[in-house]
């Protein structure tokens, strides 16, 4: 039988990004004894990764802005499928979550008297985004880093959780996983697990996202009963590197476009003047001119195009790349070498310009970068409950990219940064209270068998198929037939392939022995991608429209009737399943929001 | 040789073990794996040490020809400088006139700037890497790591004495800024000649060396601490922080260049002292 | 098993200017062992241009050896996860090209020989989080009346050089104090943290001062300023000259210098709030009861 070591906590916390280190603050301080699990060294979460900045309408630099104008920006960019309490709740605790950061030590670029600076960003209507840089992720998992380390919160590093651990009445009671290191077999009880798992970009080919991002947190979820909400509702970031092929996918910021970067194609056009679509042409020029007095003046001049919300940008990207103008490698030019001094694109971009140097051999002040979509975040995820960041399961919250509904169907840049601070604390604090609540949790040993057992299956098979491979045809299935445009038969296809690739994936084998043995970590992250690949392409099949970060070219228009609902999918019996449920409606006084005129 | 760590502090037990010893990964550290030419930097800067040390020493025994006033040039060799014996009387300055004093006045005198740059960080550097081999390059081991029986050596860096005299830094700094001034002032007579101010290579060389020493006098990381690195708020020292930003911060970030260039001005302002003097060679006179 | 196929790249790779014909193979000499010991192992795969180590050691897990164990997450050189020695020099191998190496010969990667061995490219760090937890962290002082904490950007600047830092810990690993002086580790912070040390000494908002638990705990005068550090740092942070020194010359102020001291006694300035000195390190963690599934568990409380 199974031999695990156990430990007995409050609260579990999965994941050490900027939600998870977040929430186990909160816990803490809630009086919970807290334990952070996560599956790399503490620190080298996915957060590091996010550049722009933290968006917060602190007003410092547009004394106009505040929480009511980041809540429209936020709900018009989610194409108003956002759950409207998260995005509420969001736009008004961000200041505070920030200035927070601050108090702990976090050091954001200043303004003149001394507060913190706010950039630009696509979407948001004024200079909204704390930041430092474009290393503002790293500032933000450091600052919490270094609080967390500094309350003393115990982190299980390198450790991988496969199954969360529930009581008879379904409700969660601990997680089970192994070290990395060792292959062994750990067993947390735990009052209260918080899932903050991060993203799901490993399913794809082409992603800015890091190897961690296997949807571990949906697909624990999705096991253990929960719903997920709206998971055809991928982001693709216009920008991502597209040259050389290493390092295709890899994040340019959005910051380039903010500090004045354009998008150019093969012909030199700047094309993003053609895109401009309806919903955003009030707000935004119509002629270059405008547009670049708009760097200088914001207040009397629409922005560029170019700073459209990321799926407008995307689109716009894929049509020129199809229409055969794009770049040599296939994507576009994205140029700010010609149109900003040397010093001033070093100082503002100092790890674009390094990344591009280091990995391209291109120096950004001199030429173009060539850029084009990558997959860059999950808007979908688990289903919460706005204010306490609960699932429907009893005993389990979930904070970050792995929840969803705050972002809606497209995410603005900046506020997944907030999202995590506002939602991790939320999700800490409630699994905290929830925790103390409840007495003792009993490790169930029959179930923690039969997982080990499980998870150890592919050691027996040493004649199984790589796991490598079925990984390498996963992303292919999901890049070419769940990509940026999709369309109901190839959706079918992907579907069935899936089954396909479920098929294989229970088959595999991997070499030598439990320590440190990438082969099977692979194994076991396999089966949390295929839970993710699933649900997003059963939400995709059952969403017949366009909408944000889903596009349909068989459905080219958004559907006012499918706004109203998010694509529910959870397991029943072994399979996953999709049904349509109503958004929660928003107050009538929110709503008047969208009315006046802008 | 794993370190065990004693549980003094009966903290409760850690999830993540803390190991800080044991068995390393690749092979043993005395094998170097490094495939660029590591030993050229530290045998260069030895080299460059060394000679400078000898030619020095040689400078400071020849104890003679160190002034050229005896063909109308107001030259003092920057070793023997400031002139504390009768031989360079004619100079516009004396600030000894001994003639108790049996050795060469400038062993006298190189203790100041000697003990300068011994505790410089640049130099300990240098020296650490080329002559302690401690360790002679990166990723290379050090020499006192493994010696020959296998034994590893106690390091103790400067915590112990005489290495934590090298924190008297900032003290040799005060004396460097004297130094500096009367190599100035050496720059200054340089242009003065019999029959009043004028320009020959000399003089040239003399400005060079005290822009080089200022150069690296004031890049010192001490003189950028004193003068504004030790500020917790430089925005509000704005003294200070001008000086730091715009004086010893981009001048220390050159602190090697401008430790070599003085160095090698200094060698070439007391050779050329010597070779005038000694009327081996003559000076051109500009103006 | 069969070679998964690629998208072939070869042919739209940008010809490097330097190599007219890049070999069609290229051979990592790879570390393979544990605690128990271990060897070299060649590995060659073809050539596929515009790669850096890391695609290459991905290449080779991938078709030769599933079991090579390695870190990495970002591939971006922001993480700082795949800290190796390439040719004996540490780098991050997500940031080193190979069209910087010289692939006629093998490329040797071992692990971070400053650590104790896990498994092949993997190395135990857990030292440095250990040091990390002995830092007294950041302790802002009072808020301006109008309850904001304000910062000039010229303050803030010396600080966001120090927070750069990825934690890749190849300065950690490259630092001969430690990599060739194990005893030492137990009282010496090393690079990485005095680095970190540096950010909190001149954070304009921070008032605890650390300078006595600098010397003494954590060690800055074994420190002999060799700059391996500095040589090594991914991020091009100025550790030796920007964190140490200036720490060293902290020291010298606290403890060295009697006219520092006298002045500071003249102008009564208060000294800052001394930090209190951290506990020594946690000991070697029992990591939780180990149980069998045989007999019944509880874990409660």
Redesign the interface.
């Known amino acids: ?8 906590f409050d609260v579990v916390i999965i994941g050490a990004g900027g939600a998870g280190l977040r929430a186990a603050i909160e816990a803490s301080a809630t009086g919970a004894r807290t ?1 952070l699990v996560c599956k ?7 957060t ?2 996010a550049e722009g900045g933290v968006a917060a309408a602190l007003g410092n630099v547009w004394p106009e802005d505040n929480w009511k104008v980041h809540f429209r920006d936020t709900m018009r960019g989610g194409k108003m499928l956002n759950n409207w309490r998260m995005a509420q709740l969001h736009a008004l605790e961000s200041p505070e979550r920030v ?1 927070e950061l ?4 976090a ?4 303004t ?4 913190i600076l706010q950039r630009d960003f696509g979407g948001h209507r004024y200079a909204r985004l704390a930041h ?2 474009d ?1 503002t992720g ?2 933000l998992l ?1 600052t919490c880093q ?2 967390a ?2 309350l ?1 919160i ?5 450790c991988k959780i496969v199954r969360l651990l529930q009581d008879d009445s379904g409700a969660v009671n601990g997680a089970l996983g192994f070290w990395r ?1 060792s292959g062994k077999l ?2 947390f ?1 735990a009052k209260a697990v918080v899932l903050a798992s991060g993203g799901v970009g490993k399913t794809w080919k082409f992603t800015s996202n ?3 991002s296997t949807g571990d947190g949906h697909a624990l979820a999705l096991w253990a009963g929960a719903d997920m909400i709206d998971m055809e509702c991928v982001q693709f970031h216009p920008t991502g590197m597209v ?5 295709r996918g ?2 340019v910021t959005e910051g380039v476009r903010g500090d004045g970067g354009v998008l150019r194609n093969s012909e030199g056009r700047r094309f993003m003047f053609d895109y401009i679509s309806d919903f955003f042409a009030k707000e935004t020029a119509d002629t270059i001119e405008e547009g670049d007095q708009w760097y200088e003046n914001k207040k009397d001049f629409r922005r560029p195009p170019e700073l459209l919300p990321r799926d407008e940008v995307a689109r716009s990207i894929n049509s020129e790349i199809k229409a055969g103008r794009g770049s ?2 296939g994507g576009v030019f994205l140029d700010i070498a010609s149109r900003r001094s040397p010093e001033y694109i070093r100082r503002r971009l100092p ?1 674009m310009y ?2 591009f140097k ?2 391209a ?1 291109v120096d950004i002040t001199k030429e173009p970068m060539e850029i084009g979509p990558t997959l860059h975040y999950i808007m979908g995820g688990v289903r919460v409950e706005a204010d306490t960041a609960a699932t429907t399961v009893p005993g389990l919250y979930a904070a970050g990219e792995v929840a969803g509904g705050m972002h809606g169907a497209n995410r603005l840049g900046g506020n997944s940064l907030s999202d995590l601070l506002v939602f991790g604390r939320r999700a800490g604090q409630s699994a905290a209270e929830h925790a103390l609540g409840r ?5 169930d ?1 029959a179930q ?2 039969a997982v080990s057992a499980q998870s150890l299956a592919p050691f027996e098979r040493d004649s199984g ?5 079925v990984h ?1 045809d996963l992303q292919d299935t999901m890049q070419s037939l769940v990509g940026i445009i999709r369309n109901e038969s190839e959706l079918l296809e992907a579907k069935e392939k899936l089954g396909e690739l479920d098929e294989r994936a229970s088959k595999v084998g ?4 439990r ?6 970590h692979l194994a076991l992250d396999l089966e949390s991608m295929l839970a993710v690949a699933h649900c997003t392409t059963l939400g995709a099949i059952e969403r017949r429209e366009s909408r944000g970060g889903h596009t349909r070219e068989d459905y080219p228009e958004p559907d006012p009737e499918l706004g109203k609902v998010n694509m529910v999918t959870r397991m029943r019996d072994g399979a996953v399943v999709v049904v349509r449920e109503p958004l929660p409606e928003m107050p009538d006084e929110l709503k008047t929001l969208f009315e006046e005129a802008h | 040789m794993p370190v065990t760590v004693v549980d003094q502090t009966q903290e409760a037990p850690r999830p993540t073990p803390v190991r800080i010893g044991g068995p390393r990964g690749g092979p043993p550290l005395s094998t170097v794996l490094r495939k660029d030419r590591w030993q050229v930097q530290p045998a260069l800067t030895a080299l460059g040490l060394l000679g400078f040390i000898g030619y020095s020493i040689w400078a400071a025994l020849r104890n003679g020809d160190f002034y050229a006033g005896n063909v109308g040039r107001d030259y003092l060799s920057p070793l023997y400088s400031p002139c504390l014996t009768h031989s360079c009387t004619t100079a516009g300055y004396v600030w000894g006139g001994w003639n108790w004093w049996r050795v060469s006045p400038a062993f006298l005198i190189l203790i100041f700037p000697g003990a300068f740059r011994t505790t410089c960080y640049y130099y300990r550097k240098a020296y650490y890497r080329s002559f302690w081999l401690s360790p002679p390059g990166c990723a290379v081991p050090d020499a006192g790591s493994t010696s020959p029986s296998g034994v590893r050596k106690r390091y103790t860096g400067e915590t112990r004495f005489p290495l934590i005299l090298q924190n008297v830094h900032r003290y040799t700094w005060y004396f460097a800024v004297v130094f500096a001034g009367i190599l100035t002032w050496d720059a200054i007579t340089a242009f003065r000649f019999p029959n009043g101010v004028g320009v020959a290579l000399g003089s040239l060389l003399f400005v060079a060396n005290a822009v080089f020493i200022w150069a690296y006098t004031l890049g010192c990381h001490a003189c950028r601490h004193l003068c504004g690195g030790s500020a917790k708020k430089l925005s509000e020292a704005p003294v200070r922080q001008w000086f730091w930003k715009n004086i010893s911060s981009p001048l220390n970030e050159h602190h090697q260049l401008f430790a070599w260039c003085s160095l090698f001005s200094i060698i070439v302002t007391d050779l050329y002292t010597y070779l005038v003097a000694s009327g081996a060679i003559h000076d051109p006179r500009i103006i | 098993m069969a070679t998964p196929t690629r998208e072939s790249t070869a042919s739209t790779a940008r010809p490097e200017a330097t190599a007219p014909t890049p070999p069609a193979t290229v051979t990592l000499r790879l570390w393979r062992g544990d605690e128990a010991g271990g060897e070299f192992r060649d590995y060659t795969v073809e050539n596929l241009g515009g790669e850096v180590v890391l695609d290459v050691v991905h290449r080779i897990q991938a078709e030769q050896a599933p079991d090579l164990a390695v870190r990495w997450n970002c591939k971006a050189g922001k993480c700082g996860s795949c800290s190796a020695e390439v040719n004996g020099r540490p780098r991050l191998m997500c940031m080193t090209r190979m069209s910087t190496l010289d692939v006629s010969e093998p490329v040797t990667v071992s692990p971070l020989r400053g650590n104790p061995i896990v498994r092949d490219l993997v190395t135990d760090v857990s030292y440095n989080y250990a040091v990390a937890r002995r830092i007294p962290p950041f302790q802002p002082g009072p808020r301006e009346p109008d309850g904001t904490y304000r910062m000039k950007q010229v303050d803030a600047d010396r600080v966001q050089e120090f927070r750069k830092c990825i934690e890749c810990f190849l300065c950690q690993n490259v630092c001969h104090v430690i990599r060739d002086h194990e005893d030492n580790k137990p009282n010496f912070a090393g690079p990485r943290y005095f680095a970190r040390l540096a950010e909190l000494e001149m954070h304009p908002l921070d008032v605890l001062d650390r300078r006595e638990l600098i010397s003494s705990d954590l060690g800055i005068g074994l420190c002999n300023i060799t700059k391996c550090c500095t040589e090594v740092c991914p991020e091009g942070i100025h550790i030796t000259d920007n964190a140490i020194i200036p720490l060293k010359e902290r020291v010298v102020d606290a403890r060295y210098d009697p006219i520092a001291w006298l002045g500071r006694k003249i102008r009564r300035r208060p000294d800052p709030t001394p930090a209190k000195v951290a506990a020594s390190f946690a000991p070697a963690a029992k990591t939780g009861e180990v149980i069998s599934t045989d007999a019944p568990t509880r874990a409660e409380d």
């Open positions: 039988m199974a031999e695990y070591e156990s430990h007995d334990a790399s060294l503490l620190g080298k979460a996915h590091v990764m200035l601050e108090e702990w030590g050091v954001f670029d200043r003149p008297d001394g507060r430092v840089g290393r790293l500032e450091r270094q609080r380390v500094g003393g115990e982190v299980f590093m390198e290191e750990v067993a009880g890091s190897w961690e040259w050389p092929p290493s390092a890899l994040l040599p490698h790890s390094h990344q280091e990995l051999d007495s003792g949790t009993v490790i040993n923690v068998d198929e790589n796991p490598y491979t390498q991997v070499e030598g022995h320590q440190f043995n990438p082969g099977w």
